[in-house]
């Protein structure tokens, strides 16, 4: 479950900006928009909060920043040799910022304990890292590594609660390698379930969206088809059935205006290889006649929401939380509505699974759906620098017209449309 996350420096993220996901004490929607935790001194956390914003006002970049965290943690000791460059993006407008350190944290609970981790890198090493948890409802600092400047060299902390071989560890890391990764890779079993966070309950899907890979996978258990073709239909999708074919890579299928070598790495890496092949059937309206649909002729939005179905679900089964760039992108409105009413739905969501998107689609932005508290702008200043912030920080009426409010530019984070003329 995640409770905070914050990014400095990183893109077009200047100054510290912090997304939270603890819930006010406001009553609206309380019950299915928000839940309690099971650790000691429980919170009270949000289900979902949406991000608004105009093109380029930095809403990706803040996904962008909590995949490279996710993406770090997990290869930074297992890829690279010492010396090679961490692929980390600062903000460039700004000369100290340029050559600084790009600072990532995440609060999160894990099997019922909190746990505070960050790290701060630049292109060549890691120049911070630190751990503190919350096992009994107290902060412990685990560990802690800051690189000195001015003595060129390592300063480590272990507190009397880290377990392990803390000398061994400290010699295996690398400079641009994290320790967490380091030691979860030679079997630290203490540092796993903060690890485990990243690699099992963390989900992100950019811009692009998903290929139905996962979800045409899935259709060929039984089981698992009735469950995809009871959400698509939920979605008003009317699909009587799915048909799982598999299909033998067949080099013709190759776009015709591919470059030729690229034709030929792919002919060879995919040469005799077999796929399974999802195909859509229809019912003729008023009749019993049954249509196959190819997926290519299905619309974009089916397209889309089938290669959703399979992830969606697998989030809400297993708790998980997901970041979704951009939500709204070539589905209908309604589509997802439905998408977050499942995840802010108590009696759907079981296991607490957030989902934290960012969206333009304002239709969404009502009171019957989400909290005040759940959600959140960005928006660029004078120095092209991100400022992410919260609905609240306006404290708009309860019932206030929040779609017509931010249309009018009540609380900012819209598109400046000048004149054009020709």
Not at 207 to 214: E, K, N, S, T
Not at 331 to 344: A, D, E, Q, S, T
Request: with cysteine; net charge negative.
């Amino acid at each position: 479950m995640l409770i905070e996350f914050s990014v400095t420096n990183f893109k077009s993220i200047q100054n510290t900006q912090t997304l939270s996901l603890v819930a006010s004490p406001a009553s609206e929607l309380r019950e299915q928009n928000s839940f309690i935790t099971n650790e000691k001194g429980a919170l009270r956390l949000l289900r979902s909060a949406a991000i608004y914003g105009p093109n380029a006002s930095g809403k990706s970049n803040l996904i962008e920043a909590i995949n490279f965290m996710d993406n770090f943690v997990g290869k930074s000791s297992k890829e690279g040799q010492e010396g090679e460059p961490i692929e980390v993006k600062p903000f460039l407008f700004n000369t100290t910022t340029r050559t600084g350190s790009s600072e990532f944290e995440v609060i999160f609970l894990q099997e019922g304990v909190r746990y505070q981790y960050g790290f701060a890198v630049n292109s060549m090493s890691v120049n911070h890292e630190w751990l503190i948890a919350y096992p009994e409802g107290r902060p412990q600092r685990w560990f802690e590594r800051k690189f000195d400047a001015l003595n060129k060299k390592e300063d480590w902390y272990f507190g009397s609660k880290f377990k392990g071989h803390k000398t061994v560890l400290q010699e295996t890391t690398r400079s641009n390698a994290l320790f967490l990764s380091t030691a979860v890779q030679f079997n630290n079993e203490q540092l796993k379930p903060v690890f485990n966070w990243f690699q099992q309950k963390l989900r992100i899907i950019g811009v692009g969206g998903l290929a139905p890979i996962y979800t045409t996978t899935l259709c060929e258990n039984e089981k698992d088809r009735k469950r995809i073709l009871e959400f698509l239909n939920a979605a008003d999708l009317s699909i009587k059935d799915i048909n799982i074919e598999r299909k033998r890579f067949d080099p013709t299928d190759l776009p015709s205006d591919m470059p030729e070598p690229i034709k030929d790495i792919i002919r060879k890496d995919l040469d005799g290889a077999e796929f399974s092949e999802a195909k859509f059937l229809h019912i003729v309206e008023g009749t019993e006649e049954v249509v196959t649909l190819e997926a290519d002729d299905e619309s974009v939005g089916t397209k889309k929401l089938f290669a959703m179905a399979g992830p969606w679900l697998d989030v809400i089964d297993n708790g998980h939380v997901l970041f979704v760039d951009e939500l709204n992108n070539s589905m209908h409105p309604l589509m997802v509505r439905f998408l977050i009413g499942m995840i802010n739905n108590p009696q759907i969501n079981r296991k607490n699974a957030q989902l934290i998107f960012s969206t333009h689609d304002t239709s969404v932005l009502d009171n019957e759906l989400f909290r005040r508290d759940q959600i959140w702008f960005t928006e660029k200043d004078a120095m092209n620098a991100t400022n992410l912030y919260p609905l609240s920080d306006f404290t708009p009426r309860k019932g206030e017209a929040l779609e017509k409010g931010y249309l009018k530019g009540r609380y900012g984070a819209l598109p400046y449309i000048g004149d054009v003329r020709f």
